[in-house]
């Protein structure tokens, strides 16, 4: 169905005028700005090339909040995946009440991401959060979930961990159900114990949607913000500062936007080659299997 | 024996312990503040009260619960309105080429950039369009993600939709408009609602852009009204407990209604 220019224009219009507006336009301006040191908020902005990006490179607190996000990033994506891939394996057999569990483990999937830290921020509590009382009552002494530097991290991860394992979990489901049962049959006819299955089988023919689940959450983990605003604040000291927690800082609460948009364009750029390296490997699994 | 009994025992287990934190909600949002600040294991309360919701009425949840509604279901049909007719395009006018690419590459991006990093651009935005601290604000701000999420969705459902159908209208003389809202809107229900459902999940749950952009405590979304609580310190377990419930059980009932496109939903759109 060929049909005039002008009704193109009429249907994509819209739709191209809100992304013009809200994402071109911001991401070029943050483009802009990056080379720009201003006074305050957006006011007296001054051209400097490249210094904001060398002051950057240079900020031992940038470092630090690169470091911090890149090992968040790690720890969360290989223990969802894990978590994920466990759920799935267990999930996939029949058993009675399956129609219901499947929902009932995505649930944490679907609250707002405050609730969830509103629950785990209780959780933490020194004095009467539930872990601590947990421990106390299997006789361990408690710790400071949020306030010990070297726990802080950890902590967050588990949070993250139990809010999104679902979606790696439905991934990995979909993944698992895709697999044609004749393919198992010519192993067990072989004499294969289930063990073996697994390992030479299933984890093979899994590998792309492990991919795929992880390239989701590391985009994701990468850009977290909402869990260390409600629960740490990127604190204790820079324990748990990230990316955006550190653009936000600067942006909203020092109004230095010349140097926020440079970590943001810094951000952009990181979690791009970060798509990529997962793109390239996808691209590479997808033309095995074929 | 491991099928008939290990392995369903074993499935209760570990579904049990994943929900612990959703039953201490549930069981703290009616427990008096005594029996939660307390070095109890306890997940249900002894003597059960009403009290902290009673307190989430008086503090105007109500207003909070309409704010947050009129958020997720503007956004929503301002995404529909219009991500539909561009999925339409793209899939079924004869585009240049490259314009499908561009898309994709655009979801892409768009999916990349943490909120964060748009924000202060589009804190312009909304200062310059006089909408700052504003309801429509915020509803036009939720389209940096709503929308490519729609389109990338509806996308999926307008090519199930045979051409057949429209080819037959076509004959009878309706126009372009007449089409798209008796014949491919009709068979693609299920689509839409399944789309809606998501991009409501999407604002309802958004946090980051409501936080930065509204500062007037009546016009905040639950989710804002929760960080407050949150952050200030001090144990409101209970109330944020109800406030919690309050804000989840729609969206777990929604959840129910298109257990079908789960994944691709999630995969695309959400967190």
Known sequence: MKRPRFTSILLLGPAAALFALLTIYPLGRGLILSFFMTEYGFEGAKFIGGENYQYLLSDSFFLQATWNTISFTLMATISEVALGLMLALMVSRRFPGRWLVIPML????????????????????????????????????????????????????????????????????????????????????????????????????????????????????????????????????????????????????????????????????VAGLLAAIYAVNILKGQSRVA | ??????????????????????????????????????????????????????????????????????VAFGSTFLALLAGFPAAYALVRLRLPKRLDKIF???????????????????????????????LMGLILVYQVYALPFAIWMMIGFVRDVSVSYEEAALMDGAGLFARLVTVVLPIMTPGLIATSVFLLILSWNEFVYALLFIQTPSTFTLPTYIATLITEDETFWGRLSAIGFISSLPILALVGMVQKGLTRGFAGGLK
């Open chain 2, 104 to 134: 994709l590459l655009f979801v892409l991006v768009i999916k990349l950039s943490p909120p964060i990093v748009l924000a202060i651009p589009l804190y312009q935005v909304l200062r310059t369009l006089g909408l700052l601290d504003t």
């Open chain 1, 106 to 269: 995505i649930a944490p999937f679907v609250l707002s991401t405050m609730v969830v830290t509103a629950i785990w921020r209780a959780w933490f509590h020194y004095d009467f959060g539930f872990l601590n009382n947990l421990l106390r009552a299997v006789s361990l002494s408690p710790v400071e979930w949020l306030f010990d530097p070297n726990l802080a991290m950890i902590s967050l991860v588990l949070v993250d961990l139990w809010q999104t394992a679902p979606l790696t979990f439905l991934i990995l489901l979909a993944g698992l159900q895709s697999i044609q049962p004749e393919t198992y049959e010519a192993a067990r006819m072989d004499g294969a114990s289930p063990s073996q299955v697994l390992i030479t089988i299933t984890l093979p023919l899994l590998v792309p949607h492990m991919l795929l689940a992880a390239l989701l959450r590391s985009i994701d983990s990468f850009k977290i913000f909402d869990k260390v605003y409600a629960l740490t604040g990127g604190g204790p000291g820079m324990a748990t500062e990230t990316l955006s927690m550190y653009v936000y800082k600067l942006g909203f609460r020092f109004f230095d936007v010349g140097l926020a948009s440079t970590a943001a364009v810094v951000m952009i750029v």
């Open chain 2, 1 to 70: 024996m491991w099928h008939k009994i290990f392995h369903p025992l074993l499935v209760y287990i570990v579904t049990g312990v994943i929900l612990l934190p959703l039953i201490w909600m549930v069981g703290t949002s009616v427990k008096p503040p005594i029996e939660y600040v307390s070095p109890t294991i306890n997940l249900l309360p002894d003597t059960p009260t009403l009290v902290h919701y009673r307190q989430l009425i008086e503090d105007d949840i109500l207003g909070k619960v309409l704010n947050s509604l009129a």
